[in-house]
Structure formats: structure tokens, C-alpha cells
């Protein structure tokens, strides 16, 4: 039976085609899910495999919803990750003219690339926020009203959304960086890592025991005094109460190198939980170099020596 992956839909999402560039996922069947959350939840309940879902722009920053997904409820891990270019496309049902577009609708990071376009181009329409840049072209194409009642004029989206749901292209490459990128993994239920490859990244959650000064720099410590580099820091609200936070971390390196295993050892210790999402290879391909004192063999130097001494 071939595997079902889900991915943040509906058709013609970015997260589609970057679903489409995992090799871990050539020849499965790719499910369309309305949000984060559903795609998530498949992966939690058994429905899929696993799930592609955006984690990161170059512009924007992290993707809440995703990371919240990944911190609280059952664990999971992350397997892959994809970097994909984007470039937004705003489009109308055939017909529309640019200067009667009022009313925009798109996914928030989207919003966040293109309101300085909007804002010059349209200073008199609004972007109304949705799940997904493919549901908002869907929306368009349908007539679908807004939650206020009203019919959105454009959406922002990708190119291919226009061809898939039959939408004009009023202007295109309206993002304020051409260069922006994203970031999508694979989420899959917990198992044992892959193997490292030497250009890895490992993803920890770390959740500060009591609120005291200096919590932030005890769980940077352990990193930095085993060089250990951190690609991405995020705090995220816990969802226990106002001011409790924990801390989102990307590093370089694999669960399996002496010096990422020990700083976790360290975490686990300065820290009251650690959630440990994954260690895989990085889609940039960057070998990082090891810095002296920092290799496999020399952690295992240290330990023979420790262990001599106490005989
Ligand atoms: O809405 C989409 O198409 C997505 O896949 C999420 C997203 C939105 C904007 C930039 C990158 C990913």
C-alpha cells in the first residue's frame, strides 16, 4: 500500500510543492488538509505517515502555527526539511482591473512580504488573513464571502494557484524580497534519528525549570561551551500561563555528535524538560567545521581520561 503524507492545502499551496521536492515522499499519495493543526493531527492519530508543513521564512520568521503544534501536545519528530523559493502573485477573477481591488485576502506570511506593495499600489484595500495562499485563490475563484460577508476581490498567492483555479495574474513578484525563502519539514510520529551526515540539524524545545535571571543564558551556555552553533531561537508561550515560555532551537549537528549529545545532557540538567524534535540532514547541504576541542574523538579522549583517573 503506498504511504499518505498530508500537507497544509488546499491544492497549489507553496507547502505543496515543497512536499513535492522531499525524496522521502516520491511515489506516495499527498493529502490535502485544510491547517497546520489537521495536518498535524493526521500524522497524531495514525491517519498519514507524516506531514509537510511550513516552519520558517527568511523574511517573516518562524511560522507559529507550526512550532506551537510541535511544542505542546503529543511529541513528534522532524525527519527532512526543504528550503523553497517564493514569489507572490496577486490574482483576480478574469476581468478585474488592479484599481478596483479593495479587498485582499492571503496566508500571514504572505501578508507580511507583500503589505508594502499593497500599501503603495492599493493604499485603499485591505488583506484579510486565511489558512492558506491556495484557500484564499479558491475563495476568489468561488466568491466565497469573508467572515464580514463580503466577496475578496484578489488573493496573494502562488503563480501555479492562478492556473489551478482559473484566476488572472494582476501583477506578480510582489513580495518585498525577491530572495525570500521557506523552510518545510516532514513531521512523523517519534523514532530512532537517521544516521548523521555531517551537515545535520537538530531541533530542541527547552523548557526553563523555575523563572530565575540568567535561564536563558544557562541554556545557551551549554551550546556554546561544547561549539555547538544554533541556527534559530524562538519563545514561544507555553500555553501555562502569562510570562511562562519556552525556548524553540535549531542547532548544528546531529544527536548523535559527542558535542550535541552532551549539550542536550547539559539541557537536561539547567532545564525542566526537553523535548527533542529531531536531528536530520540540513537542506543547504553546509558542513559546518568542528572546532578544536569539539570533535567525537575528542569527547572520547576526555572520557578515557576521567575514567583512568578514577581507576
Ligand atoms: O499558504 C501557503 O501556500 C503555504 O504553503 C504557507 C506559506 C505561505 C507563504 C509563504 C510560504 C508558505
Redo the contacts with the bound molecule.
Keep these: 500500500m503506498t504511504e499518505r503524507y498530508a500537507y497544509?492545502g488546499p491544492e497549489a499551496?507553496?507547502?505543496e510543492a515543497a512536499a513535492l521536492r522531499f525524496p522521502a515522499l516520491a511515489g506516495a499519495t499527498l493529502e490535502p488538509s485544510p491547517t497546520v493543526h489537521a495536518a498535524i493531527n493526521a500524522v497524531r492519530t495514525g491517519e498519514v505517515t507524516g506531514a509537510v508543513v511550513?516552519v520558517e521564512?527568511s523574511v517573516e520568521g518562524s511560522v507559529n502555527a507550526t512550532l506551537d503544534e510541535l511544542i505542546r501536545g503529543e511529541p513528534l519528530a522532524i525527519t527532512a526539511e526543504v528550503l523553497l523559493p517564493?514569489t507572490f502573485t496577486l490574482l483576480a477573477r478574469p476581468g478585474t482591473d488592479l484599481a478596483d481591488v479593495r479587498r485582499i485576502v492571503t496566508?500571514p506570511?504572505?501578508e507580511a512580504q507583500c503589505r508594502a506593495w499593497v500599501s503603495a499600489k492599493l493604499p485603499h484595500a485591505t488583506i484579510a488573513l486565511g489558512p492558506?495562499?491556495?484557500a484564499a485563490a479558491a475563495s476568489v475563484a468561488n466568491g466565497t464571502p469573508g467572515p464580514d460577508g463580503t466577496v475578496y476581490d484578489a488573493a496573494i498567492s502562488?503563480p501555479l494557484a492562478g492556473e489551478r483555479y482559473g484566476l488572472a495574474a494582476l501583477a506578480v513578484d510582489i513580495g518585498e524580497d525577491s530572495d525570500a525563502v521557506?523552510r518545510f519539514v516532514l513531521v512523523t510520529l517519534p523514532g530512532k534519528p537517521g544516521r548523521p551526515t555531517g551537515s545535520d540539524k537538530t531541533t530542541l524545545v527547552a523548557f526553563i525549570r523555575d523563572d530565575h535571571p540568567g535561564a536563558l543564558l544557562e541554556i545557551l551556555e551549554q551550546f556554546a561551551t561544547r561549539g555547538v552553533n544554533l541556527t534559530r531561537i524562538e519563545s514561544r508561550p507555553t500555553g501555562n500561563g502569562m510570562g511562562r515560555y519556552c525556548f524553540a532551537i535549531d542547532v548544528e549537528g546531529h544527536v548523535a555528535d559527542a558535542r550535541v549529545g552532551e549539550a542536550m545532557m547539559g539541557l537536561r540538567r539547567v532545564c525542566a524538560t526537553v523535548r527533542f524534535l529531531g536531528s536530520y540532514p540540513r537542506a543547504d547541504g553546509v558542513r559546518p567545521p568542528v572546532l578544536p576541542g569539539t570533535s567525537n574523538s575528542d569527547f572520547a579522549d576526555a572520557a578515557a581520561w576521567l575514567d583512568q583517573l578514577r581507576g
Design positions: 497544509l499551496t507553496f507547502t511550513p521564512n517564493v496566508h506570511v504572505a492558506s495562499t491556495a502562488a521557506t
